[in-house]
């Protein structure tokens, strides 16, 4: 059974940094791409930043675009998400998610399996 659990949310004032972490078991993480989502109160979801099953291959959302830093470490089935410069429009439940295949995607039907979400707040 594929699991994720995620770790490293929480309430910050803006101009902060937060790490988000995605572990990630019952599958063979080296093979397949990786994403974070996030959706805000009253909103859909969004996607926010996409790797690539080797790391080679990496895409951001325009509004995080040069603030957030995606990344992983298939020694430990992990992926990351740095958030720099965070803002109070960063606040939002943020999602990893595993993709289908080893490609990284901005769209949301190519991930199968997803983690429990962890809320990051940021204040003005």
């Known amino acids: 059974q594929v699991q994720l659990v995620q770790s490293g949310g929480g309430l910050v004032q803006a101009g902060n940094s937060l790490r988000l972490s995605c572990a990630v078991s019952g599958r063979t993480f080296s093979r397949y791409g990786m994403g974070w989502f996030r959706q805000a109160p009253g909103k859909e979801r969004e996607f926010v930043a996409t790797?690539?099953?080797?790391?080679?291959?990496?895409a951001y959302a325009d509004s995080v675009k040069g603030r957030f830093t995606i990344s992983r470490d298939n020694a430990k089935n992990t992926v990351y998400l740095q958030m720099n410069s965070l803002k109070p429009e960063d606040t939002a439940v943020y999602y990893c998610?595993?993709?289908?295949?080893?490609?990284?995607?901005?769209?949301?039907?190519?991930?199968?399996?997803w983690g429990q979400g962890t809320q990051v707040t940021v204040s003005s």
């Open positions: 998610a595993v993709a289908k295949d080893f490609s990284s995607s901005n769209y949301a039907p190519m991930y199968d399996y």
């Open positions: 790797i690539n099953s080797s790391g080679g291959r990496i």
